[in-house]
């Protein structure tokens, strides 16, 4: 569908949601993160289905890369921290681990959320299975009710036939 509508797809991971594991979704983050890096594209957006519970999941739309800067609140002042290792140590060292997380949390809701609506589509097929078996069930006595009541007032005629 992306081709079709102009996107480029630069790599699929078909297999992904079977036998989920933290280090497939590292892969595509790793490949997510070179691809940006590279500047081979300009940023990464995560859509996904985030699982509230097994019948309500909820559209998400959030940017991966570049990271969104935390908006600073009115009055509030920056506290002066001291980092050891130094700040751009920290950030390189911590950011793949935050995006790899950040990825699988997300791969984690999508897959829910599948197999929650999955659940519930279902639940709600063989409630409606249940109800058309009553259904069904009514017709098919009222029929032999019907074929029943035919012999026996065949059997009365007839028997009056004789009798008559």
Do not use: C
């Not at 590292?26 to 940023?43: R, T, V």
């Not at 950030?91 to 997300?106: G, H």
């Not at 063989?126 to 029943?148: F, H, P, T």
């Amino acid at each position: 569908n992306f081709t079709k509508n102009g996107f480029k797809v630069i790599n699929q991971y078909w297999d992904i949601f079977n036998n989920l594991t933290f280090e497939k979704v590292q892969a595509a983050a790793k490949h997510a993160m070179d691809a940006f890096a590279n500047k081979e594209i300009d940023a990464v957006e995560l859509v996904y289905s985030e699982f509230k519970n097994a019948a309500t999941q909820r559209f998400i739309a959030e940017q991966f890369l570049p990271v969104a800067k935390v908006n600073k609140v009115e009055g509030q002042k920056n506290a002066d921290f001291i980092f050891e290792p130094g700040k751009d140590v920290l950030i390189a060292e911590l950011m793949p681990k935050i995006l790899n997380t950040q990825l699988f949390k997300a791969t984690l809701d999508a897959n829910a959320s599948e197999h929650g609506a999955r659940m519930t589509a279902m639940d709600k097929a063989s409630d409606n299975a249940n109800e058309l078996l009553k259904v069904l069930k009514i017709s098919y006595n009222r029929a032999r009710q019907a074929a029943i009541t035919t012999e026996l007032t065949e059997i009365v005629s007839g028997a009056a036939a004789l009798q008559g």
